[in-house]
Nanobody, 116 residues
């Protein structure tokens, strides 16, 4: 059974940067695409970014294109989300995700707060 542990959130001023990490354990990390989602207060959880199992392709929601970068380190079984030029509207709890044999596995979430 895979487990995902997210970290790296915090409070940052607008224009600043944070790097989120999601460490995976329990299964072969390299077999699965990895995703980041976020959920702001009073809103539904939304897709942010994904990276294929090979790391060869990455996808982003329009609002973060050019500012966020998703990457993965196979040796560390970790996926990262580098977030630059942060905006107050990026404030949310960020979750990492893997879909394994049709089942969504979620990390516990890490809070990102961007002050104006």
């Amino acid at each position: 059974q895979v487990q995902l542990v997210a970290s790296g959130g915090g409070l940052v001023q607008a224009g600043g940067s944070l790097r989120l990490s999601c460490a995976a354990s329990g299964r072969t990390f390299s077999n699965y695409a990895m995703k980041w989602f976020r959920q702001a207060p009073g809103k539904e959880r939304e897709f942010v970014a994904s990276i294929t199992w090979s790391g060869g392709n990455a996808y982003y929601t329009d609002s973060v294109k050019g500012r966020f970068t998703i990457s993965r380190d196979y040796a560390k079984n970790t996926v990262y989300l580098q977030m630059n030029s942060l905006k107050p509207e990026d404030t949310a709890v960020y979750y990492c995700n893997a879909r394994i044999v049709g089942v969504d596995v979620w990390g516990q979430g890490t809070q990102v707060t961007v002050s104006s």
